[in-house]
């Protein structure tokens, strides 16, 4: 950081805090969000954020106003990166904090006029930010979106958790979803989240319908879930294991609250298990081409990572990618459903 003097967050009346990249990472800025809630109740905190991950804003209590940045239609070039500088202007926004590195983000931070701009150091033109705040490789993505709040004078990090608020309508209509199909919410069920954006990110939907089996021979109640992009293979999944297939049918907020229902998830390395971590359901989490220490991984107490560790080609790609390098794809094949189940019966403390 450089040697500038810092400022209390109470000087600024208005925020705006910029995040546009995949649904995951806005998930992990939900923290910095809270704590500079906690720091300046009385300041108007705006987000920007994808169409995407609007959905998942309208559920935090610490923002005020969602800026939707829709970079492929209507927000596309220069005209909509000046559109949306427009709109943080009329907000009379004085402080915004980057957490994401393009340049969009830094030309969008600089055109709002805001006195004041936090960014990393390894933010595209940096040197337009008023303070730079230097980008650690090895912390939590969580920690890194905190640390920016090192240009500011006496902040308290008080963070326990994301304040989080559902429609009666999402919670209305999953609670409606269980009852209909016999599952039992007070007794709690396991969900299966197969999808991923990244193909090699997909665990086999044949390990995840084998582990679905087993979990209902233990007399788990299954629920799969995903977008709609997914449903081939969540259809794929349920057919094969019997579990109640909700892929495609609930809104991301709608998943979220199922959640907080919910006594496990079991996922890729994929934004559900950021949702999770969001209503402190515990989740195992499986990795292939990626590795927790890219600093995406879940981080509650009962949450595990759990992947091939002896492979001298993890990690290969930072997300993922469409097929794997060397054609073999162990880091995912040789991910057994007895290996990840075993996991799941430890955190259930099922009888074997």
């Known amino acids: 950081m450089s040697n500038l003097q810092k400022i209390a967050l109470q000087n600024f009346k208005s925020i705006a805090v910029i995040q546009t990249a995949f649904l995951g990472d806005f998930v992990l800025v939900l923290p910095l969000l809270q704590i500079i809630r906690n720091n300046a109740p009385k300041a108007k905190i705006s987000v920007v954020c994808t169409p995407v991950s609007s959905e998942t804003a309208s559920l935090a209590s610490a923002i005020d106003n969602i800026v939707v940045y829709d970079k492929r239609i209507k927000h596309k070039g220069m005209k909509g990166i000046i559109l949306l500088a427009q709109n943080l202007k009329s907000a009379n926004v004085d402080l915004v904090i980057a957490p994401h590195r393009s340049f969009r983000t830094t030309l969008l931070a600089k055109l709002t006029g805001a006195k004041y701009s936090v960014g990393f150091d390894k933010n595209a033109f940096s040197f337009l930010y008023s303070n730079k705040i230097y980008y650690e490789l090895k912390e939590h993505e969580i920690e890194r979106n905190i640390s920016l709040l090192a240009a500011f004078d006496s902040v308290k990090i008080d963070y326990n958790s994301v304040d989080v608020n559902f429609a009666k309508k999402d919670v209305d209509l999953v609670d409606s979803l269980l009852k209909e199909n016999n599952i039992d919410s007070k007794q709690s069920f396991v969900v299966l989240a197969p999808g991923s954006v990244w193909a090699t990110k997909k665990w086999k939907i044949e390990h995840f319908a084998k ?142």
Do not use: W
């Open 211 to 352: 582990l679905s089996s087993m979990l209902k021979e233990k007399g788990e109640q299954i629920v799969v879930i995903g977008s709609k992009a997914e449903e081939e293979d969540a259809y794929l999944l349920a057919k094969q294991s019997g579990a109640l297939n909700l892929c495609g049918k609930t809104s991301i907020p709608q998943s979220i609250y199922l959640l907080s229902k919910a006594k496990l998830l079991i996922t890729n390395d994929s934004a559900p298990t950021h949702f999770a971590g969001l209503v402190a359901c515990p989740t195992i989490t499986l990795y292939g081409p990626t590795v927790p220490e890219f600093g995406f991984a879940p981080i509650g107490k009962n949450d595990r990572c759990l992947a091939i560790s002896d492979l001298k080609c993890r990690p290969c790609a930072i997300h993922g990618g469409k097929s794997c390098p060397l054609k073999h794809f162990d880091c995912m094949n040789k991910l057994t459903p007895e290996y990840v189940f075993q996991n799941a019966v430890e955190i259930l403390k099922l009888g074997r």
